[in-house]
């Protein structure tokens, strides 16, 4: 069946090093044909993030259903297998009730959203995680970037391809500037509640040639439990990486440990669709260099940070970008949004060169 879909690539302000993001119309996600899920995976590999506007009507089974579907026809050669997909949403934050794939996040008092009642949900702030804060009377006007990270448990399940999130309500729009608080002066204006997307591929891309062929050749042997592990460890003002103030877990303060489970992965990862390769390393133990390695990924003018608009409906590819909650909300400025993430069925291809 033809498919009418329209895919038009965004256009950055100038002077922008953002090469990725495009915007699709003209399909139904709860009707989309094999035909037009096809055209949805090369695009969501090719521009990384795809912004479909107006789609406050999908129910949370449809956004469930439609995520599954993405999530398997992007595993390409790799089968439909329609195996038990975990989801890797932790057991105690909101979901829908009828829905349990689908979570609820956001900001502030919600008396009822599809069947949860008195939902008190909390916007991630920075001074839970961050090394050094911005001060109180700032607060409302700048902000930083919370943790950059991919959505995967690195443990267990292969992380998720495709993560996807639909805008329900927004607060009154405002702008925040974010800073980075590393000694730079970096400062990036942004609407209030942005989610930020940084390209593993650009941050490859930067690297020196000598950097190059060590992420080409190294593999990441990632710690049991990661996110718990470094649960308490703070991150650079940036949201970049981790600390070493030995804040990390022992192995006895750890829920048990399949070593079956423990992930060995290359340090940067294969768009199966352009073949460019993304630095993806996360949580790791290498701080210093990795740190090094990842900065200039994240400089102001790399950075899309999306402006949402109620029923913006945001599929990105969690492989191939960082991304970042970002901004301080008062308590009476409400959001709601529906997030849903599942597990891949393969792990991501590495470069040729790992041995
Ligand atoms: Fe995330």
Redesign the pocket.
Known sequence: MASHMKIEPMVHDVGSGINFGAHVSNVDLENASETDMAILVEACYRYQVLVLKGQGHLSPRAHYEFTERLNSAAAMGHGNQHINKASLLSPDLNTVPHQSQVQIIGNGFVREHQGAKDLKLRYPHHRSSHSTIIADQDDMEFTRFYRW???AALYGDPLPIA?TILAVTLPKRRMQTVRYDDGTGDELLVPLGTIAFASGETMYDLLSEEDKAFVRSTRVEYAAHPYIWMGRAKSHPTGLGLISEGKELDDDQLPPVDPASIQILPMCWRNPVTNRLALQVHSARVRDILYRLQRPGIAPQLVYAHDWEEGDFVIFHNRGLL?A?VGSLAEDEVRIMRQCIIAGTEMPEGPEEVV
């Open positions: 990270h991919i959505d993560t991304h909650v």
